[in-house]
């Protein structure tokens, strides 16, 4: 049964959108220093080992795990493997606040998979707040200049971002659907364990290719460990941890609208470390987004 949003529960639901702006911007910081691919794999292996003392019964041979493995595999793939990879790509071409305001739209492309893939029932108001969202999308991809779109000029990163929000919004259903056992399910740690093994393998794939591929390489130092222990411990631990509480008292709808605080801290976090300073249109374009999620959500 859900609660009341009480201050306690609204400074769970804070907390996450601003260690994930803060994933995007050290993702930026980091572009020379390490590939993205590569840094998603070294993250999740780190998240790896600190989860270890809470779930280490479940990577027994005869843990619930196993007869379940191609559930998580796939869980794995779109959450670990993907989402993440995608963003860091995302991030050698495109700003923090550009690659947050984009992937705030995951809502709407969780409305449009689950009616096209999940046989979700869609209403009018929903399809004007798609519509809103989808608007604001464009003004940040467009840069506020309309004619862009004419001529699609786009930067790859862009692209990138967009797919991860597809991947992610997978994601999101496929966990809305449990299948696996409750003793899992009812445990966080366990539950994200469960995903991170499977994930380190197709992001270990997935770094491989990359150092096969191209000129990777690591320049290793105090900047990048810092970097790597704050994106495994933040936004990976920490944040999933505290977005399952606040969820777990006032249910996923309101929760929701605290994911889209993430552009806000990343364009202030942007400003502050980066000197990348925010646009009017990114004004606009949050504007935007929020009221398409607002309007598409309201009963």
């Known amino acids: 049964m859900t609660q ?57 041979p005869g843990s619930r795990l196993w007869p379940h493995w191609k559930r998580f595999a796939v869980l794995g793939l779109l959450g670990v493997g993907c989402y993440n990879a995608l963003q860091y790509l995302a991030l050698k071409t495109s700003t923090p606040l550009n690659v947050t305001l984009v992937a705030s739209s995951v809502p709407i492309w969780m409305l449009v998979v689950g009616a096209l893939c999940f046989g979700q029932a869609v209403s009018r108001r ?40 597809l991947a992610w919004a997978f994601y999101s259903w496929l ?29 270990g794939a997935f770094a491989a290719g990359e150092w096969a591929l191209t000129d990777a390489h690591i320049a290793w130092g105090w900047p990048l460990a810092a970097a790597l ?45 980066l000197g990348e300073l925010p646009h009017l249109y990114h004004a606009l374009a949050f504007v935007l987004i929020v009221g398409g999620i607002v309007v598409s959500s309201r009963r």
């Open 4 to 60: 009341r949003l009480t201050p306690a529960t609204a400074s769970l639901l804070v907390l996450p959108p601003m260690l994930w702006a803060g994933n995007a911007v050290v993702g930026r910081l980091v572009t020379g220093l390490v590939p993205p691919m590569t840094l998603n794999f070294l993250r999740w292996a780190l998240a790896f080992v600190i989860l270890l003392p809470l779930a280490w019964r479940l990577l027994k």
């Open 229 to 273: 222990l704050y994106v495994a411990v933040g936004p990976a631990v920490i944040a999933y941890r505290c977005w399952g509480m606040g969820v777990q008292r006032v249910g996923p709808a309101i929760a929701g609208f605290f994911s889209n605080l993430t552009p806000l801290f990343a364009a202030l976090l942007s400003a502050a470390f």
């Open 175 to 203: 966990l809305s659907q449990p299948r696996e056992p409750k003793e899992i399910r009812g445990d966080w740690a366990a539950f994200l364990m469960a995903q991170i093994v499977f994930g380190l393998g197709w992001s």
């Open 126 to 165: 929903q399809v004007l707040g798609a519509v809103l969202s989808i608007a604001g999308v464009l003004v940040v991809l467009s840069r506020g200049q309309w004619e862009l779109l004419m001529q699609v000029q786009l930067v790859p990163g862009d692209l990138y971002v967009l797919l991860a929000t």
